[in-house]
C-alpha cells in the first residue's frame, strides 16, 4: 500500500462525460465491488450494496512516460486513452477526500488498475502474483452476463452452470440449445469434470474448471442442433 497523490491528475486528464450506467459502466461496478471485497486495503469503510455509485468517464491528454511516473499505475498511457473512474460515496460516512473509494479501470478491457481510498490512500493493482495475488478471469462474452467472478484465487475451483433445453416446433422439428467448453480456445484454465443433472424438464449442465494461471479465458459456447421426430 502506498500513498498515491491525486493532484497531479488535474494536468493529464479531461472530463468526458458522465451518464447513466451503459453496458459497460456496469461490467465495471460488478469489477470494482469484487476488487473491494477481496482487498485487505479496503476495510476502513463500509460498502454495501446500497452505497451510492458514480461513473465518470475520462482520457488521458497527454503522455504519461516521463521518468517521475515510472512507479505510478499512469507510467506508459498515451495521451486519448480512456479509462472509467467508478466512485463509492456515502454521506453518512465523512473522508478527507469526500468518497470512500474509487477504482479505475482501462477502458478498452475493463481492467482495474488503482484503487484510491477516501483517506488519500492509494493501491496500484498489478497482477504479478506478488503485490496482488488474484486471477484474472475472462467469459465469452454472451455467455458471462457478469454471473461469474472475475477475480479469483490461484487454483480456485469455478462451478459454471447452464441449462440444455429443447422444444418441438409444427414440423415436428426438434431444437436443442446446449453449451459446450471449448478447450483449444480456452487459456489459463482446466477442465476438471462437467456433469448433467435433471432441471424442470430440461438438464442442468455443470462444468468444474480450475484457473491456474492470470489473465485466463473460459469459452463456453452455445450450441443449437436438431434432429426431425417422423423422418421419412
Do not use: C
Amino acid at each position: 500500500m502506498k500513498k498515491v497523490y491525486l493532484l497531479f491528475l488535474t494536468l493529464f486528464v479531461s472530463l468526458s462525460s458522465i451518464s447513466q450506467p451503459n453496458s459497460i459502466h456496469v461490467k465495471a461496478k460488478f469489477l470494482a465491488d469484487e476488487v473491494i471485497k477481496k482487498l485487505e486495503f479496503t476495510q476502513p469503510y463500509t460498502v454495501t450494496n446500497s452505497t451510492p455509485v458514480s461513473f465518470v468517464e475520462k482520457t488521458a491528454t497527454s503522455d504519461l512516460s516521463e521518468n517521475e511516473y515510472v512507479d505510478t499505475p499512469w507510467y506508459g498511457a498515451t495521451e486519448g486513452k480512456e479509462f472509467i473512474v467508478v466512485e463509492y460515496a456515502d454521506p453518512n460516512q465523512t473522508t478527507e477526500w469526500g468518497y470512500l473509494y474509487q477504482v479505475y479501470f482501462w477502458k478498452d478491457h475493463t481492467l482495474p488498475f488503482m484503487v484510491n481510498r477516501g483517506d488519500g490512500m492509494g493501491l496500484n493493482l498489478r497482477y504479478d502474483g506478488d503485490l496482488q495475488p488474484y486471477y484474472r478471469v475472462h467469459y465469452a462474452t454472451d455467455l458471462q452476463i457478469f454471473k461469474y467472478p472475475s477475480l479469483v484465487e490461484p487454483n480456485e475451483i469455478l462451478e459454471l452452470s447452464y441449462i440444455e433445453s429443447e422444444w418441438v416446433d409444427h414440423s415436428d422439428w426438434v431444437t436443442v440449445t446446449s453449451y459446450e467448453f471449448r478447450p483449444n480456445q480456452s487459456r489459463g484454465v482446466e477442465l476438471i469434470s462437467r456433469t448433467e443433472k435433471p432441471f424442470r424438464g430440461n438438464i442442468l449442465i455443470t462444468y468444474k474448471i480450475k484457473v491456474v494461471a492470470d489473465d485466463a479465458w473460459v469459452i463456453i459456447e452455445k450450441t443449437q442442433d436438431g434432429y426431425d421426430l417422423n423422418p421419412l
